[in-house]
């Protein structure tokens, strides 16, 4: 099992060193955006006006992706400083429940210190069920406060991740720490989330860049016919890496269990790789001439 390990303000500096990288890439984006999308006419012929159309375009067209990046930038900034505030919170919370259970401990270790004075009182005068019994009502029942019993205890099976401290809610409740339970896997829930909404973000133009990267390649001499290769391989490996993290993040945050996040990422893999091999078969296959035409069955 993997452990999350933050530091609140580690991620506030981050987070205001993002800031600080998007502010200076906007202002670089502002100043570039004049003389790149309104080129000026090298000649007043017309094959200098339309060349110099086609670069404002190009230039248009980098302003609107440049754009599309500092919004999901912004975003980005914001997910940071929001779970540096989340997990200090925690840690606070954690730090305000840990001091009031060490003071609900320390109050019921002198009730049952009590409570055991006076068993041993009553097994001295022939009192009913003994010091043992005093000790076992103390602890699993008896008395006039419900206090949770032992089998209730052995119940408490936690499903894993995050979310398995949650399963320990009623005996952590026992001890006031319920609260910093749920308060770990809430915050990181919403990390998840975010990382889970940038990479939908973000794949598309990965999947772009290796379109333009294969285009790229076909127009070279010789290696030119490798360049559907680039496409092939990103689609055997994009689908495992999503998988992968995908299920780590749901399994974390307790959505599933490790097995059956485990049992998709071999589904995925599977279906990934079988789809490599027919791809390479039908890019192979694209360098034969066609088949004749056979004859008429009778």
Do not use: C
């Amino acid at each position: 099992m993997s452990f999350v390990i933050a530091v609140p303000e580690a991620l506030a500096t981050a987070a205001s060193d993002l800031a600080g990288i998007g502010s200076t890439l906007e202002a670089a984006h502002a100043a570039a955006a004049p003389p790149t999308t309104g080129v000026l006419a090298a000649a007043e012929d017309e094959v200098s006006a339309q060349i110099a159309a086609l670069f404002s375009a190009h230039g248009q067209g980098f302003q609107r992706l440049s754009a599309q990046a500092a919004a999901f930038h912004s975003r980005l900034v914001q997910t940071l400083t929001a779970g540096a505030d989340q997990y200090a919170a925690a840690e606070a919370s954690a730090a305000r429940t840990l001091t009031n259970a060490g003071n609900t401990v320390q109050a019921s270790a002198g009730k049952v210190l009590e409570q055991i004075g006076g068993a041993s009182a009553a097994a001295s005068t022939g009192g009913g069920g003994g010091l043992l019994s005093g000790i076992g009502n103390s602890l699993f029942g008896g008395g006039s406060a419900p206090r949770l019993g032992l089998a209730d205890a052995l119940s408490l099976r936690p499903t894993g991740g995050l979310s398995a401290l949650t399963g320990l809610s009623p005996l952590l409740r026992s001890v006031g720490l319920t609260n910093a339970a749920v308060a770990a896997p809430a915050a990181f829930e919403g990390i998840a989330t975010a990382i889970e909404n940038a990479y939908n973000f973000i794949e598309p133009y990965v999947q772009w860049g290796f379109s333009v990267a294969a285009w790229a390649v076909g127009w070279l001499p010789w290696i030119g016919i490798l360049g559907p290769q680039i496409n092939i391989f990103y689609a055997l490996f994009e689908p495992m890496v999503q998988s992968g993290l995908f299920n780590i993040l749901d399994w974390i945050t307790g959505s599933i269990s490790f097995g059956t996040g485990l049992s998709n990422f071999i589904a995925a893999s599977a279906a990934s790789i079988n789809q490599f091999i027919q791809n390479e078969i039908n890019w192979f296959l694209g360098f034969l001439p066609p088949l004749p035409p056979f004859p008429p069955l009778p």
